[in-house]
């Protein structure tokens, strides 16, 4: 339960960070903004790993002798990106008006990485509905804070939260490859 917690906060990270761009730069009701956020974001942050995750399954035996260190790799690739990402620009930087299409679009972006993380909820022992509930929700709540800290203005978490992400997705990965190898 835990693993899965820490995952989910994890790959929240990105749509925090998004989420603070957003409350800076919005200038509609940022309740009802925070609300929206939180909805794509969790939405999407819980679909993506649902689909990875039957990617995982269907090719479980093909992979099985080796599947944590494909995870291990993933994770790492995940998380190097994160923390590569919070030293660039961000893309809520060109936005002008937050319309359901921008909302979207970024949900779908922010999670794509969230998607090659599905692959690994295999190695955990937990249910993956549960799994994916958590990251849900995990995520709708990182959005929502993340809308209200922007509307102050404190862009000074986004880069914070990437990399922080970044290096816990590194860490699980280093935990899931230790397990099975030397444990």
């Given amino acids: 339960m835990l693993e899965v917690l820490i995952l989910a906060i994890a790959l929240s990270m990105d749509a925090f960070a998004v989420s603070i761009g957003l409350g800076i730069k919005s200038n509609e009701n940022l309740k009802v903004l925070a609300f929206k956020a939180g909805l794509f974001f969790g939405f999407f942050q819980a679909l993506m790993p649902f ?12 992979i099985g002798g080796f599947d944590y260190w494909l995870a291990f790799f993933l994770l790492l690739i995940i998380g190097g990106k994160m923390i590569y990402e919070a030293f660039g620009e961000n893309t809520e930087e060109d936005i002008a008006k937050v319309s359901t299409k921008v909302l979207l679009t970024l949900a779908v972006a922010t999670s794509i990485d969230a998607m090659a993380a599905g692959f690994t909820l295999h190695l955990f022992d937990l249910n993956v509905y549960f799994s994916l509930l958590i990251i849900g929700i995990t995520t709708f709540i990182f959005s929502f804070i993340g809308v209200m800290i922007g509307s102050k203005g404190t862009a000074k978490y986004e880069s914070k939260a990437e990399i922080l992400g970044g290096v816990v997705l590194i860490a699980i990965g280093f935990k899931i490859l230790l397990e099975n190898t030397i444990f």
């Fill in 51 to 62: 689909i990875g995750y039957f990617g995982g399954v269907g090719l479980k035996d093909i």
